[in-house]
C-alpha cells in the first residue's frame, strides 16, 4: 500500500485500525490498533503525544502526508524512534478507508485459518476418540495438537493414562479446588470449569469431567512448555466435550446392560431358565452351570465380576467362589437354579455375618457349621438373654443359681452328672433348680423352656460361650 516505514520494528500484531485526530486518543482504544492521523491538532512537542499512544499499547502510527503536513514532522520520527514506536508514512493517494479494509481482510484470514485448523484438530480427536481404545487414544492425539502432554485422571485422582513427560505433579494439588467448586457451588452457579497453570517453561490447564449433573467424574490435564494459541484452546475444550460424551455414554450403556440383567435375574426367580437365557444372549453374557453358588455384596464390591459373570443389583451367580473381593461377601451353598431363591436367602445372611467380622469372605456353610447362636442377631439375643435371667441376677449375690442352671442345662437334665460337676450333693442341686423355676415362673421340664434358657445363658455378657461352638 505503499507505506513507507520511519522508525520502530514492523513485528508488532495489529489487532485493529483506529482513525483518530485527537491529541489524546487513547482513552477510546483497547491496544493493538494501528492509530492513522493527519496531525491537525499536534504541535512541535511530539513526545507526550508519542508517549500516550506506547503506554497504551498501539501497535503502530501511521502519518498521513499531502494534506496537513507535506512530509512527516523530523520531531516525531525522533520521539517515534526513541519511544520504540512503530511510524508509518500514509502517501496521500492512499486512503485511511483502504488501510482499513486490508486489515479488515487480513485478521478475517487469520481468523479462518484458525477455525480451519480448529476444525481439523477436532476431526483428528473425534476420529481418536473413535478407535478401540477409546479414551487413551483421545488423549494421545490431544497431546500431540497442543505440542505437549496430556493426562486423564478419575475421579478420585488416580491416573487411568498418560503421555510421556506428564508433569502431574504439577496436576494433583489443583483437584481439591475444583472438587469444592463443584461441591460448595449455588446450584443457580456454572461450577468452576477449569484451572489454568503457567510458569516459566511450563503452561497446564486441568478441566473436570463431567456430566448432566453438576458431581465430578473425572478430569484431564494437558501441558506444554509454550502458552496455548487460541486453537489449542479450542481442541482443548473440544477433547473435553468428547471425554464427557464418552462418559455419559459409558454410563448410560451400564445403566441398560444393569437393567436386562435384573430382568433376567426375575425369569431366573420365576423358572424360566431358557428364557432368561435368550435375554442375556445380546449382550455376551451366560448363566453359570449348575451348581453354582450365589454371592451377596455391595453392588460395588461385586463390579470386579461384572465382565466374567453374571450379576444384578448385590447379586453375583459363580460357578467358583473368586478370591477375597474388596469388601464383605456372603456365600451360598451350591444350588440349582430352581433352587435360587433359597440360595439367595443363604448368601442374604451369610453376607450380613460377612458384615459384622468387618470384611471377607463368609459361607452359609461356614455359618451353619457355627451352630445355632452363629444365627442370632448379638444384640437382640443379648436383650433376651438380659430380660430373661433378670430374676437370678437380682436374687441377692447369688451367682450360684446361674452356674447351677448351666451345669444342670448342660448336663441335659441328669441330677447326678450335673451335681458332680458342681462339686455339690444333688440335692442341694435340686433345691436351687427348685428356686431357679420359682423365680423364673418356668417348668425346667419343658424343652421349649430348657432351649430358651440355654440360648439366655450362652448370649448373656459375663460367662458367655457363643465363643465355644456349643
Do not use: C
Amino acid at each position: 500500500m505503499r507505506l513507507l516505514p520511519l522508525a520502530g520494528s514492523l513485528d508488532r500484531p495489529v489487532r485493529w485500525v483506529a482513525v483518530s485526530e485527537l491529541e489524546d486518543p487513547t482513552p477510546f482504544l483497547e491496544g493493538g490498533e494501528l492509530v492513522l492521523t493527519t496531525g491537525m491538532r499536534l504541535t512541535a512537542d511530539f513526545g507526550p503525544y508519542v508517549g500516550r499512544l506506547v503506554e497504551r499499547g498501539v501497535a503502530g502510527l501511521g502519518f498521513a502526508v499531502g494534506l496537513t503536513h507535506e512530509k512527516v514532522p523530523e520531531e516525531l520520527v525522533e520521539a517515534a524512534a526513541a519511544a520504540g514506536l512503530p511510524l508509518l508514512e500514509v502517501p496521500r493517494e492512499t486512503p485511511f478507508i483502504a488501510i482499513g479494509k486490508t486489515v479488515s481482510e487480513l485478521l478475517a484470514a487469520e481468523r479462518y485459518e484458525e477455525l480451519s485448523r480448529a476444525f481439523a484438530a477436532q476431526g483428528r480427536l473425534t476420529r481418536a476418540a473413535l478407535r478401540p481404545e477409546g479414551t487413551h487414544a483421545l488423549i494421545d492425539r490431544l497431546a500431540r495438537e497442543v505440542e505437549g502432554w496430556a493426562a486423564l485422571l478419575g475421579e478420585s485422582g488416580e491416573v487411568e493414562h498418560a503421555t510421556p513427560a506428564a508433569r502431574l505433579d504439577t496436576v494433583v494439588p489443583v483437584l481439591d479446588r475444583l472438587r469444592r467448586a463443584s461441591r460448595d457451588g449455588h446450584p443457580a452457579e456454572r461450577p468452576l470449569s477449569s484451572v489454568a497453570l503457567s510458569s516459566p517453561g511450563e503452561h497446564v490447564i486441568v478441566q473436570p469431567i463431567g456430566g448432566v449433573s453438576r458431581r465430578i467424574r473425572g478430569f484431564f490435564a494437558v501441558g506444554a512448555p509454550h502458552p496455548f494459541s487460541p486453537v489449542a484452546h479450542t481442541v482443548i475444550n473440544a477433547a473435553g466435550s468428547l471425554l464427557t460424551l464418552a462418559l455419559e455414554q459409558g454410563r448410560t450403556l451400564v445403566a441398560a446392560e444393569r437393567g436386562v440383567r435384573s430382568a433376567v435375574l426375575a425369569l431366573l426367580l420365576a423358572g424360566e431358565i431358557e428364557q432368561a437365557r435368550a435375554a442375556l444372549a445380546p449382550l455376551g453374557g451366560r448363566l453359570p452351570d449348575e451348581p453354582f453358588t450365589v454371592l451377596a455384596a455391595d453392588v460395588e464390591t461385586l463390579e470386579p465380576l461384572e465382565p466374567h459373570t453374571f450379576t444384578s443389583g448385590g447379586i453375583a451367580l459363580v460357578g467358583e467362589v473368586p478370591a477375597p473381593l474388596d469388601g464383605p461377601v456372603g456365600a451360598s451353598s451350591p444350588v440349582l437354579y430352581g433352587e435360587l431363591g433359597s440360595g439367595i436367602d443363604q448368601a442374604a445372611r451369610a453376607l450380613e455375618s460377612a458384615r459384622k467380622a468387618g470384611a471377607g469372605t463368609v459361607s452359609f456353610a461356614d455359618l451353619a457349621g457355627q451352630g445355632l447362636l452363629a444365627l442370632l442377631d448379638p444384640a437382640a439375643a443379648s436383650a433376651f438373654a438380659s430380660a430373661m435371667l433378670a430374676p437370678l441376677h437380682e436374687y441377692g449375690s447369688r451367682a450360684d443359681l446361674i452356674e447351677s442352671l448351666r451345669a444342670y442345662l448342660t448336663a441335659n437334665g441328669h441330677w447326678d452328672a450335673a451335681a458332680q460337676r458342681l462339686g455339690v450333693h444333688r440335692h442341694t442341686l435340686r433345691y436351687r433348680m427348685k428356686r431357679v423355676s420359682e423365680l423364673l415362673g418356668r417348668d425346667l421340664d419343658d424343652p421349649g423352656v430348657r432351649a430358651e434358657l440355654w440360648i439366655a445363658l450362652n448370649s448373656s455378657g459375663p460367662g458367655s460361650r457363643r465363643s465355644s461352638r456349643s
